[in-house]
């Protein structure tokens, strides 16, 4: 179920992080990361495996492998964090272009057109003067940022180029296949886009700047050319750090010069103060921050991970984290970065950058207040937590001031993570009711399938939820059924229940029935579904044996695809056989506004079914397609009237509809059920009418098995069936 009302306080902060997330561009930039997952978590597992802080294994393997192991390890590297910038660029603006697509309804932009355009204009705008540092400029730790800058502008200016009409070619068809035409017509604007690249930067060249990255670090390095290993240094150096990394750019590599000048320096004097016998003099070394502000990886990301599965509900989620566990302990985060994901992610700004900032100011204190020893010695990057603390200073205090640091980050982290969670609720929603709006529509797709093969988000959720919906189908803690009791006022008693199905979706929560009936129904999988719910509604059936009236119906619903088995009629009777539920126990339930015609119906099958004794009705019935000769057509014993009928006002033209169907039903000695039933005036009105049984919150809500049965046990004497009698 939803999570019903936010926590007053982030709602503005929800709103604003929504409304930003649901922007094309970053929407575009967590598809086009999450796009590049495969490399990512390949290169990590290799650089984990080349960098592994322990010895033993490394000697293992020299001794199987010799060097080759070294080697393939760093060609996996190369051709996955090598190329890392140049993946995401291409995803990116793939993902960027599509977005647009489904947006607007002018020329259609090929996405594959688009990526070729800006991967020309990446090159133009970075190709290095050496062929050397071509690596640089591909690699994620070194190209990233300049990357989703030249895919963000290029692409951006891209497609409104190719929107302006006087850019655009006025070609007819072009041979035989529409997309060639698509990229004539626009291919005025890919050349005007890549022109305008080698304009930028031939005004870079004139201007001296011929390896962005490089200019770029050392303008930054020029910030730290006066400062001072104090607390303003620490905290500018970790929060300049972070906000690069957030943006895409590996920050400790970019502000290597200052690593280089400020903290190496810093920690072989430390080291050296110790052997003379003298007191350490720097808190801020390399092993400082790599120790207490990089556990996990830049922006102390095994924190968030302690968080997510804490606090998430998300099975992908702690499944990305509990994969992502491995190398974070070595404080390789690539994968988070890239899986959750992190970069230009507006939820965990804040705590990104904050974390870090008080890891630094605590570890800052605890070792100026002498709780905690100066940091002394090297330590492998890739070193796990606790381990990497007591090796740095040579002290049980530093693993226990990592112990701090990790509980204050994962406390820092935690109510973001709830907030995504809620965040992710909402846009569920909305995404789930226009599937929903779909579901419940006689709209198919060219392959004849409701909601798979919608465009855009929809269709992806539907396809996201369509293979969640086979994985429920192999277990037993997500499909289950609640049942609504049907109350016959006039004798005082309950003359059946109707089985729902409900499925508990472990990230979306409660998906509506129609959308799980359309899911199965596009997958192929509806007979599965059906036999599923046939069997949990007889196996309750049985267990109030006993303890209900023999006459208790049991209402299961059956989509018409299930029809079409010539065998459906047996499968039933199986069912019924094995749970010891009596045929005339039984009635299936048909929608009427999927009959189209009685031939879509099998009536065959549905004659055999109630030649054995099940009882046959038809749902929403009144206002559909089928007319009221297919009474005479169908096998039925009972009709539903239509929640449309009893959700209008009294007196109307309605009324009288449902005059007609009552009188009509009492002659061919048919049982009528009035559906949405929801408050007193409403039961008044159709009992006028000639209605007697009903269905709906007036009565009862879906209930579980055992709280249905005790709502059947105590109907007689509760003062709603007292109320009820009262006409």
């Known amino acids: 179920m939803w999570k019903r009302g936010l926590n007053w306080c982030s709602v503005p902060v929800l709103d604003f992080t929504e409304t930003l997330s649901r922007q094309s561009f970053f929407l575009s930039i967590q598809r086009g990361l999450a796009l590049v997952l495969p490399l990512v978590m390949i290169g990590a597992l290799a650089l984990l495996l080349r960098n592994f802080p322990f010895p033993a294994l490394p000697i293992l393997l020299d001794s199987l492998f010799g060097n080759s192991w070294r080697i393939a390890c760093d060609n996996l590297i190369a051709g996955s964090f090598g190329i890392a910038s140049l993946a995401v660029l291409c995803t990116f603006s793939g993902a960027l272009t599509m977005f647009h697509n489904q947006s607007r309804t002018g020329q259609f932009v090929s996405p594959v057109m688009a990526v070729v355009v800006i991967l020309s204009c990446f090159f133009v705008v970075t190709a290095p003067a050496e062929s050397t540092l071509w690596k640089t400029v591909f690699s994620m730790d070194r190209g990233l940022l300049v990357a989703l800058c030249v895919a963000g502008v290029g692409c951006g200016l891209f497609l409104r180029l190719a929107g302006v009409k006087c850019l655009q070619l006025p070609l007819g068809t072009v041979a035989h296949d529409p997309m060639v035409r698509d990229v004539f017509t626009i291919m005025p604007a890919g050349m005007l886009t890549i022109a305008l690249f080698g304009i930028i930067r031939a005004a870079l060249v004139m201007n001296g700047i011929t390896d962005l990255h490089g200019e770029f670090s050392a303008l930054l390095t020029q910030l730290f050319s006066h400062a001072r290993n104090d607390l303003g240094f620490g905290l500018v150096y970790a929060g300049i750090s972070q906000l690069f990394w957030f943006f895409g750019a590996h920050g400790p590599n970019l502000l290597f010069p200052v690593e280089e000048s400020f903290l190496v320096p810093a920690g072989i004097a430390n080291a050296k103060a110790i052997l003379s016998g003298h007191a350490p003099g720097y808190v801020f070394t390399k092993s400082f921050f790599d120790v207490f502000t990089r556990m996990g990886g830049s922006g102390s990301t095994l924190c968030l991970i302690f968080a997510i599965l804490l606090g998430s509900r998300d099975g992908g989620s702690r499944k990305l984290c509990l994969f992502a566990l491995l190398p974070a302990l070595c404080n390789v985060n690539e994968p988070l970065l890239f899986g959750i994901p992190l970069v230009l992610n507006p939820i965990y700004l804040l705590p990104f950058v904050l974390t870090p900032l008080v890891q630094t100011l605590a570890a800052y204190a605890a070792i100026v207040l002498g ?235 549905l004659r055999r079914l109630r030649n054995s004794g099940v009882q046959v009705a038809i749902d929403d019935f009144g206002m559909g397609h089928t007319s009221l000769r297919y009474l005479n057509q169908l096998p039925v014993d009972t009709i539903k009237l239509d929640r449309s009928l009893t959700d209008e006002n009294r007196g109307g033209i309605n009324d009288h509809i449902v005059r007609s169907i009552v009188e009509l039903s009492r002659t061919l000695d048919l049982t009528t059920i009035t559906e949405g039933i929801e408050e007193r005036e409403q039961l008044t009105r159709f009992r006028n009418l000639g209605c007697h049984i009903f269905q709906g919150y007036l009565f009862s809500r879906p209930l579980s098995g055992e709280d249905c049965l005790a709502f059947i046990l105590s109907w007689v004497d509760s003062p709603a069936a007292r109320a009820c009698a009262v006409k």
């Open 371 to 605: 709780f905690v020893p100066y940091t002394t010695a090297d330590v492998i990057w890739t070193s796990p937590a606790l381990v990497s603390g007591f090796v740095a200073t040579g002290s049980i205090m530093g693993v226990l001031m990592q112990l701090v640091n990790l509980a204050l980050g994962t406390t820092l982290y935690y109510p973001f993570v709830r907030l995504s969670e809620q965040l992710r609720e909402r846009q569920g929603r909305l995404a789930l009711n226009a599937l929903l709006h779909t579901a419940t529509g006689s709209a198919v797709g060219a392959g004849g399938r409701k909601c798979i093969e919608r465009p855009g988000e929809e269709g992806r959720l539907a396809k996201a939820l369509a293979a969640d919906l086979l994985v429920a189908l192999k277990g037993d803690d997500q499909l289950f059924l609640e049942y609504q009791p049907q109350v016959d006022v006039t004798r005082n008693r309950v003359h059946g229940v109707e089985a729902l199905l409900r499925w508990n979706h472990p990230a979306y929560g409660r998906i509506p029935p129609p959308v799980t009936v359309a899911l199965a129904e596009d997958t192929g999988c509806i007979d599965q579904l059906g036999l599923r719910v046939l069997k949990l509604a007889c196996r309750q059936r049985a267990k109030w044996k006993g303890r209900v009236s023999e006459e208790l119906l049991m209402s299961v619903n059956v989509s018409p695809y299930q029809l079409e088995s010539q065998v459906f009629d047996r499968n039933v009777i199986a069912v019924l056989d094995a749970s010891g539920v009596r045929a005339d126990q039984l009635e299936v339930e048909i929608t009427e506004s999927s009959m189209l015609t009685p031939g879509v119906v099998p009536v065959d099958v």
